[in-house]
C-alpha cells in the first residue's frame, strides 16, 4: 500500500459509525437534552443521570464538520455545527455545581469524565473558532475543578488527559493558571512511568493504557513543542512496540487492565522524531485490512476510537520507514513482569505477574491464548489464578510463577442495591470528599480485593523453536476443592470500562479439566501437561 492508502483506512474505519454517532445524540433542538449523547439517558429513559463520558463524542462530529475526509457527508453541514454547539451546552448544564461531572453514578464527580469531556468540548470550541462567552465560563469552571482534584489511585492516562484539556482551557482564556496546572499534570505522568518505559495503571502496566497516555502526551507535545517529552515518549514507544502482535492485534488480557486499546493518532504524530511510531501504526493498520483490530464498540466506548482514527487521519505521516521486524530475541520486563519473545516462527507473549496469562503466535497467526486458571469451588465461589497479587517468579531457561488463587467479586445489581446504594449518595451529594470516598470504596471491590485462598498453584513455561511446553500443579491446602476447573482464553476478574471488548482471538475455546477434579480432590494434588506447536 502506498502512504495515501494507508491514510485513507483510518477515515474509512471511522466513517463506519457516523450513524451509530447521529443515533446516539438528541438532535431535537427544542428539547431540554439537546446535544445529550447518552442515549439511555435522553430517549429510553433507563438511566437517572446521563454519563458525563458520553459527551466526549461531541470531539467526532466537530472532526466530521471540519474535514473534508473522503465519503464524509457530514463535512461543512450548519445543521452539524448548531448539533456540537447544542452538545457543547448540554455538557455545560449537566455538570455539577462545582463543574465536575459524573460517569457510573450520580455525585460521583468523576476525575475521567470531567476531563475527557473537557478535551473534547474545548478541541470542537477551537475548530469552530466559536466565541460564546458563556462556554467559556464554562470551561474555566470546570478547568478550575480539574486543577484541583485528582483521582482516587494511580491512573497515568487521567493524569495525561487532565494535562491536555488544561492546556486547552488555557489556550482559550490565556489564563496562565491554567498553564501551570497543565504543566504540573504533565510532570505528574512522568513520575508514573518505569524505567522500562510503561506507565502506572493501577496495579501495573497495561499496553493497552499506555497507547492513550502515549497519545495524550503526544498531542501536547504538539501543542506545545515541549521536547523534554521525547525522551519518556520514546521509552514508551519502543516498550509499546514489542506488544503489536504478528497478526496485528495488540494488548490483552495479560495487561493489568485487560484491555485491547490502540490509539494512532499519537503515533502518527511522533512520526517526525520517532519513525518506530509509524512503523506500529503500519502492522496496525493492516490489522485493520484483515479484520484483527479490537472492536470496543459500545455506546460509550467507540467514539474515544472514531475520534483517534479521525485525527490519525488528519496528522498523517507521509514518509514511512520499513515495517516492524525483529529477528529472534527474548525479552523479561522484570517490572512489568512481562516476558515476550520470538523464537523462528513463535512469538510468545507472557505476563508472569498474573500467573502466566499468555498470547501465543505462529507465524502471523494467534495460536493459544491463556488467561490462566478459572474454577467454581464447592461453594459456589469463583476463583482465579491471574489477579495481580505476590507471586514467586523465576526466569531461566523454565519460566515459573508460583501463587495461589483469588476469589473473584462479581456483583450484579439487583432493585434492591441499586435503592441502597441510591440512598447512600444522596445524604452527601454536596461534598467532595464523600464522592472521592465512595468511589475508593468501589475499587477496593471490583478492582483492588486480593484475599486469597489455601489453593496453590505452580505454572512451568518452556519455550523454544518448536512451540510452547505448559506444566501446571494445583494444590488444595485445605478443605475446599473445585467444582468446575478450566483454562479461560479471555475471562477478566477486575471492572475496566475498556475490557471484555472483541478481538479474533477471544474465540479461541476454554479447555476444561473436569475429568480431573476427582483426582484433584482424592489427593490434594494434580499435574497437567501440554504442548502448543
Known sequence: MDSNQKRNIYAQEALKYVPKLLTLLNRNELSPTFGCFDREYWHYRTADFPCGMSQ??????????????????????????????GALHFTKKSSHRDGSSDEYYPFERAQGSTAFSLYACTQAYQWLGLNDTELERFFKHRGGWLASHSEVGKLANHEAMSALALLNVFLITKDKNFQMASQKRVQNVLTLQSPEGWFVEYDGCDPGYDSWTIDFLAKYFQKTDD??????????????????????????????????????????????????????????????????????????SFSHHMSNYLQAYVDFHPTRSHGLKRNDFEKYFQQAGLYVSKKSAYYLVLSL???????LFKDQNNIYNDAGFIGVLDNDQVCVSHAFSDKIITVRDILKVHGYFQPVSLPYMSPMKLIFFRAMLFPFSWSATYSRLIRKLLQHVLIHNKKGLPIQFEREFLFNKEGLHIKDRIHLLGKKYFKRLAIGTDHTSIYTAISNGFQKGVLHPWVYFDDKLKELKQKKEIVIQREIQ
Open 227 to 300: 521536547r523534554s517529552l521525547l525522551e519518556p515518549l520514546n521509552k514508551a514507544v519502543e516498550f509499546m512496540s514489542y506488544f503489536m502482535h504478528p497478526d496485528s492485534s495488540f494488548g490483552g488480557e495479560y495487561g493489568s487492565r485487560n484491555s485491547y486499546n490502540f490509539f494512532p493518532h499519537g503515533l502518527e504524530i511522533l512520526g517526525t522524531e520517532i519513525p518506530l511510531a509509524t512503523q506500529i501504526c503500519d502492522v496496525f493498520l493492516q490489522g485493520v485490512i484483515q479484520g484483527n483490530r479490537a472492536y470496543i464498540d459500545d455506546n460509550r
Open 56 to 85: 466526549e463524542a461531541v470531539l467526532a462530529l466537530a472532526l466530521l464538520y471540519k474535514y473534508p475526509f473522503p465519503g464524509n457527508d457530514c463535512f461543512g453541514l450548519e445543521r452539524i455545527k448548531s448539533l456540537i454547539v
Open 353 to 359: 505477574k498474573k500467573g502466566g496469562v499468555l498470547k
